[in-house]
């Protein structure tokens, strides 16, 4: 079970990190309005496109540890399955408190909107805590 949780983290992040390095435009209008989307610099584009590899590189990160596509990451890397279940649990972990420090972040900064800049955060969180509470 973790091992699917921590591949539907791998994969959503992976997908997101585009969205985030190409379109932050788009989220700045919702979040903070049309005249702070357009007084956003070159400065606060470089952040968020910084922010959208580290995304990307979670996402490869959860999809090398759960192992998926299966044994896509073992064949080319010959890394031995078990060695990649030894780290499950703690990445897991790691991915939990992270979106969670994520969520207090994105309501510190947007209040009550935080239902919907960090939905994505609780939804893959919860995932993996359950799977790590039911292994």
């Known amino acids: 079970m973790l091992r699917a949780a921590l591949a539907f983290n791998g994969a959503l992040m992976l997908l997101w ?18 005249k ?4 956003k610099t070159a400065f606060d584009v470089m952040i968020w496109r910084i922010c959208a590899l580290w995304v990307a590189c979670t996402g490869l990160v959860c999809l090398f540890a759960s192992d998926v596509p299966s044994g ?14 030894a780290v ?21 900064a947007v209040g009550a909107k935080v ?5 994505g955060n609780v939804v893959l969180a919860g995932c993996i805590l359950v799977a790590l509470l039911l292994e």
């Open 17 to 34: 990190s585009p969205v985030l390095f190409f379109n932050m435009e788009m989220m700045w209008k919702a979040m903070e309005g049309r």
């Open 36 to 39: 702070a989307a357009q007084a």
């Open 72 to 85: 896509f990451w073992t064949a080319r890397w010959g890394v031995e399955p078990a060695l990649l279940e």
């Open 88 to 108: 499950r649990r703690p990445l897991g972990w790691l991915c939990v408190c992270m979106h969670g420090i994520e969520v207090c972040v994105k309501y510190a």
């Open 115 to 119: 239902t919907q800049a960090a939905s």
